[in-house]
C-alpha cells in the first residue's frame, strides 16, 4: 500500500500508525480527533489538546467524516432542489 493523501490536511500511510488515517505530519490519528468530538469536546479543546492541528485540518476531518456518511448512507432519493449542507 502506498501513502494517499486525502484533501489538504489528511494522509493514510502504512509507515505511520499502522496505516491509520492521520492528520498529515502528525502521529495524530483523525479517528481519535473525531471521537473526542463526538464525546463533547469542542474544536478549541481540541488544537488546545493537539495544538500540532490546526482547526482547519480538523473541520477538514469533520467534512471527510460527514461526506462518508452521505456516501454510504445516501438515504432516500427526493425529487426536486437538492439540499445543501452546512457541516460546521
Known sequence: MKRVEIGKHLVVDPK?????MTFKGTRVPVSTVLTFLSMGDSLDDITRNWPELSREAVEEAIRWAADLVHERYPGK?????PREFAYI
Request: proline share 0%.
Open 77 to 81: 432519493k427526493k425529487t426536486g432542489k
Open 16 to 20: 505511520v500508525c499502522h496505516g491509520k
